[in-house]
Nanobody, 125 residues
Framework: QVQLVESGGGLVQAGGSLRLSCAAS????????MGWFRQAPGKERDFVAV????????DYAGSVRGRFTISRDDAKNTVYLQMNSLKPEDTAVYYC??????????????????WGQGTQVTVSS
C-alpha cells in the first residue's frame, strides 16, 4: 500500500513558478513509476509528466514540455514537479500518482495504482 500526499499548490501570476511535492509512504517507493496529472473544472484528468523508477527516464505532455520538470528523491520518498513560466491554462487540480512498475511508465491514468488527494494550482492572468 502506498499513500501519496501532495503539497505546494497555490495562486501565482502568469509567468511565475511553483514547485509541487508528493510525499509517499511505503518502503517500495523506488520501485514505482511516479506521474503527475491535472484536472481542470469540467474537463478530464490529463497527463502532465512521469518519471520511471530511479529517475532513469521522463516523459512530458507537449503542453508543458520545456516549462515543467519532474524529479524524484528516493531517499526522501518524494517526487517533485517544478513548474516555470506558468500560464492561466495551467490552472487545475494537480494529482500525484504511483504505478507499480520498474520497467515502464504510462501517460494513461487508469494504469496507475495509487493517487493523492490533489493540490490546487491557480494561475492568474
Amino acid at each position: 500500500q502506498v499513500q501519496l500526499v501532495e503539497s505546494g499548490g497555490g495562486l501565482v501570476q502568469a509567468g511565475g513558478s511553483l514547485r509541487l511535492s508528493c510525499a509517499a509512504s511505503g518502503r517500495t517507493f523506488r520501485t514505482y513509476a511516479m506521474g503527475w496529472f491535472r484536472q481542470a473544472p469540467g474537463k478530464e484528468r490529463d497527463f502532465v509528466a512521469v518519471i520511471t523508477w530511479r529517475g532513469g527516464s521522463t516523459d512530458y505532455a507537449g503542453s508543458v514540455r520545456g516549462r515543467f520538470t519532474i524529479s524524484r528523491d528516493d531517499a526522501k520518498n518524494t517526487v517533485y514537479l517544478q513548474m516555470n513560466s506558468l500560464k492561466p491554462e495551467d490552472t487545475a487540480v494537480y494529482y500525484c500518482a504511483a504505478m507499480r512498475s520498474v520497467t515502464t511508465a504510462s501517460r494513461v491514468a487508469r494504469a496507475y495504482d495509487y493517487w493523492g488527494q490533489g493540490t490546487q494550482v491557480t494561475v492568474s492572468s
